[in-house]
């Protein structure tokens, strides 16, 4: 049997525990030795990140350091196209071959979104869809045809996600983490602590860097 192959796509700017936490314990749920994250180049559907891909990169590997579970994966860093996830995706299923399980997992905020993503369709059809809870945003859909597109597509058995290579849709009950990285870049800006919402050698990195700095006005 081969083993479910899980990747964590995201901006990352920065990496914060509302990323690393819920993964940790989706982890532990449902079975999963490691778990790739993946760093966008070019988000599709959002400006340009505040810090820049090398950067990313180095605030994820510092906070990744002390984790077996996570392993960092740079092939959207290495493309200067937008960083569609049904492209990355593909190109996954090809290396990994017809029968591997492969999940992509995501946040609540992006499940709702999911429906506008570039060829949202192909993405099920390479992988599996998990999704962490997130405080603050719905678990139905906003629109009728995407609820029923969900619910033909969910399912209340993890173990689906070990014994079919792809297509399913697992809201996971992993805990709320109120943190975000809009708000950490706020609150750095406002000169406001957040040392419980990042790893500290992350943080120390964004000092030393500069980035996301206090504004004078
Ligand atoms: N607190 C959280 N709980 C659960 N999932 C989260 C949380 N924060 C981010 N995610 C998920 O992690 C993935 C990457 O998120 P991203 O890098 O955009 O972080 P973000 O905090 O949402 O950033 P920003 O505030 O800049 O939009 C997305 O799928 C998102 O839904
Ligand atoms: O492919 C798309 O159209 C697409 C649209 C929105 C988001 N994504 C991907 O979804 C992941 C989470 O996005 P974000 O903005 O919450 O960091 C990240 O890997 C993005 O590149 C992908």
Known sequence: MHRLQALFGGTFDPVHYGHLKPVEILANQIGLQCVTIMPNNVPPHRPQPDASSTQRKHMLELAIADKPLFRLD????????????????????????????????????????????????????????????????PLTMREEQHQQWLEQHLTYQSEDLHSLPAGKIYLAETP??????????????????????LPTAVLRYIQQQGLYQKSDN
């Not at 709320?176 to 602590?193: E, K």
């Open 74 to 137: 740079e092939r959207e860093l290495r493309r200067d196209s937008p960083s569609y996830t049904a492209q990355t995706l593909q190109e996954w299923r090809v290396e990994q071959g017809p029968e591997t399980p492969l999940a992509f997992i995501i946040g609540q905020d992006s499940l709702l979104t999911f429906p506008s993503w570039h060829q949202y369709h192909t993405i099920l059809e390479n992988s599996h869809l998990i999704v962490c809870r997130r405080p603050g945003y």
């Open 176 to 197: 709320w983490f109120d943190i975000s990285a809009t708000l950490i870049r706020q609150r750095l800006q406002q000169g406001l602590p957040c040392d419980e919402m």
